[in-house]
């Protein structure tokens, strides 16, 4: 499956609905996934972009009680159409909006991932970021925290996203053309660091070591990021 495809399978979606038709047969039953909100499969431009994250799934904006956040929830339902339209795969990441970008998920929980990887400067760091950065998830639904691994290999959406990634990114990596970082869930994923006791890591696809999915200059995976984005001249 190509990134193109990924977009067509996810135009799928009713105008109305929050699940994808071909998942509501899994999320029928029992499982912990927010199933009335727009699902973020992605966010940042996938068509066009030439780094990309790989996440488990997006989260839930939390008050100090562990509740949803109703500011949060707000927002959601005020940039219902911005979150829709990510669905296309090329609008500009809905993160950066401006009253959603301090939000749980928004942009500043990005930019912290990527800190210091194309600039100092903060505006070139989140220019750089929206247009060259896409965070995939293999989850589209969000959840306060994942605990519903079982549900990947059911859900068609999940399944869809691990085409794309193995059928057409990966390959390209490998190439050279593009690069990937898993910064969560590789087994689920289903990347490898290397194949072979005495191979080397391939150049253009890292793995993250930390729970928190960072990947800042101070990395190994922020510094091969920023190599790579020097070789491609994108800073």
Same mark, same amino acid.
């Given at each position: 499956?190509?990134?193109?495809? *990924?977009?067509? #399978?996810?135009?799928? *979606?009713?105008?109305?609905?929050?699940? =994808?038709?071909?998942?509501?047969?899994?999320l029928d039953g029992d499982h912990h996934l927010m199933n009335d909100h727009v699902?973020?499969?992605? /966010?940042?431009?996938?068509?066009?972009?030439g780094i990309f994250l790989l996440y488990m799934n997006a989260g839930v904006g939390q008050d100090e009680n562990g509740n949803v956040d109703p500011d949060w929830e707000q927002a959601q339902h005020v940039h219902e159409e911005a979150?829709?339209?990510?669905l296309n795969g090329v609008t500009e990441n809905y993160m950066f909006i401006e009253d959603y970008r301090g939000h749980d998920g928004g942009a500043?929980?990005?930019?912290s991932r990527l800190?210091?990887?194309? /600039?100092?400067?903060?505006?070139?760091?989140?220019?750089?970021?929206?247009? =060259?950065?896409?965070?995939?998830?293999l989850?589209?639904?969000? /959840? #306060?925290r994942f605990t519903d691994g079982y549900v990947v290999n059911a859900l068609a959406s999940s399944r869809a996203v691990l085409n794309t990634v193995h059928d057409? *990114?990966?390959?390209?990596?490998l190439d050279g053309e593009i690069f990937v970082a898993c910064m969560r869930g590789a087994k689920k994923w289903g990347i490898l660091p290397r194949v072979g006791n005495d191979a080397e890591p391939p150049t253009n696809i890292a793995i993250g070591s930390n729970q928190g999915g960072?990947?800042?200059?101070?990395?190994?995976?922020?510094?091969r990021i920023r190599n790579f984005a020097e070789e491609h001249n994108i800073i």
């Open positions: 499956m190509t990134r193109q495809e *990924l977009v067509n #399978f996810w135009q799928q *979606l009713p105008d109305d609905e929050c699940i =994808h038709p071909d998942d509501e047969w899994v699902p973020t499969p992605w /966010s940042g431009p996938i068509l066009n972009a979150l829709r339209e990510n500043n929980w990005l930019t800190r210091g990887v194309f /600039s100092d400067d903060a505006a070139i760091q989140e220019e750089n970021i929206i247009n =060259h950065v896409a965070v995939l998830e989850v589209a639904y969000r /959840s #306060f057409e *990114l990966l390959p390209r990596a960072y990947a800042t200059i101070n990395t190994e995976v922020g510094q």
